[in-house]
Each structure stands twice: as C-alpha cells, then as structure tokens.
C-alpha cells in the first residue's frame, strides 16, 4: 500500500531554511513525477513544486528561486530544500505523486512554521 513519511519540518525564524524528506513506498517511485504540496490553516491544499523522473522541476510562482525539489531513486525519496523562509511558507508540507489525479492516500505531513 502507499506509505509516504514526511520529516524535517520545525519552527525556524524568517529567513531560515529548512530541507524537507519524504521517504515513499507503494507508489511506483521509479516511474512517477513526484511533488510536495501544502497546506496552510484556513486554506486549501496546494501544489508546491514538482519534479520528473527525469529531473525536470516546476515551482508555483510563490516559491521560485527559494525552493529546490529533489529526487533520490535508490532511496525512494523526494527532497525539498527551503531557503529564505516567510511567514506565508507556514503550512503542512505533504509529499505525494503529481499529478493530483493520481492521488490515492496522504501520509501524516510535516509541520513548517515559519515566526519570529
């Protein structure tokens, strides 16, 4: 079955960094584009970026040139490293495959507050 663990989330004060993992099982890594996505209090869940199996990324608009999305596949997992962290960054971060249509289950999330 899909078991996705996300880790790596915290507190941290603007313009900090963090780097996000998401270690993914049951969702045929190999093959599939992979995102990270988030979900603020009060706020529908978003798509933060995405990347390819063949490496290529995208990034909503939000987030470009502070976050990079990564992907090992010997370890089945996705990375995202956050740089220059807002208040607006504060969310649960989930991984999962993109696109949305192929969604089936969550994992847990990781929570990311960014305050001073």
């Known amino acids: 079955q899909v078991q996705l663990v996300e880790s790596g989330g915290g507190l941290v004060q603007p313009g900090g960094s963090l780097r996000l993992s998401c270690a993914a099982s049951g969702v045929m890594f190999s093959i599939r584009s992979m995102g990270w996505y988030r979900q603020a209090p009060g706020k529908q869940r978003e798509l933060v970026a995405f990347?390819?199996?063949?490496?290529?990324?995208n990034y909503v608009y939000s987030v470009k040139g502070r976050f990079t999305i990564s992907r090992d596949g010997a370890k089945n997992t996705v990375y995202l490293q956050m740089n220059s962290l807002k208040p607006e960054d504060t969310a649960v971060y989930y991984c999962?495959?993109?696109?949305?249509?192929?969604?089936?289950?969550w994992g847990q999330g990781t929570q990311v507050t960014i305050s001073s």
């Open positions: 990347i390819t199996t063949g490496g290529i990324t």
């Open positions: 999962n495959v993109y696109p949305w249509s192929l969604i089936r289950d």
